[in-house]
């Protein structure tokens, strides 16, 4: 009886021990695919706040604040992606747009009504693209 008792435990000892595992290992598992979907929706943001800085610029004689708030929009979503990763791809990418965005405001404090986009929406395809599981 000792032996089988033994036996038992040393089972019940395995499965417990594989359950700990399993669960770290969803876990972790989960954490990637949640930190992947927040990369996600904040690339999507941005490419969203891309599309309102093109028609701000487009609209700039008519409101010139909200080509500033566009902008200062793309700047909060790679503040929110930047807090979520830890993807050096991701950083890179966040790095370009921001650059980019930087380049657009200066060009516009510069006086350039019509200033370059196309950095910002490659640098913003680039993010989408790293994003994207």
Not at 41 to 45: G, R, V
Not at 121 to 128: C, K, N, Q, S, V
């Given at each position: 009886m000792g032996a089988s008792r033994r036996r038992?435990?040393?089972?019940?000892?395995v499965a417990a021990v594989a359950a700990v595992g399993l669960?770290?290992?969803l876990t972790t598992g989960?954490?990637?695919v949640s930190k992947a979907l927040d990369c996600v929706?904040?690339?999507?943001?941005v490419a969203d706040?891309?599309?309102d800085l093109q028609q701000a610029v487009e609209n700039a004689s008519d409101n010139p604040l909200q080509v500033d708030e566009s902008l200062d929009a793309i700047d909060e979503n790679l503040r929110e992606v930047t807090d979520k990763t830890d993807?050096?791809?991701?950083?890179?990418?966040?790095?370009d747009l921001a650059k980019a965005v930087d380049n657009v405001r200066t060009a516009i404090k510069n006086g350039d009504e019509t200033p370059d986009l196309s950095p910002v929406?490659?640098?913003?395809?680039?993010?989408?693209k790293v994003c994207t599981p």
């Open positions: 038992r435990s040393r089972i019940t000892v669960t770290v290992g989960c954490d990637a929706q904040t690339a999507e943001a706040s891309v599309t993807n050096t791809d991701v950083s890179k990418a966040v790095d929406t490659d640098a913003a395809g680039e993010l989408t």
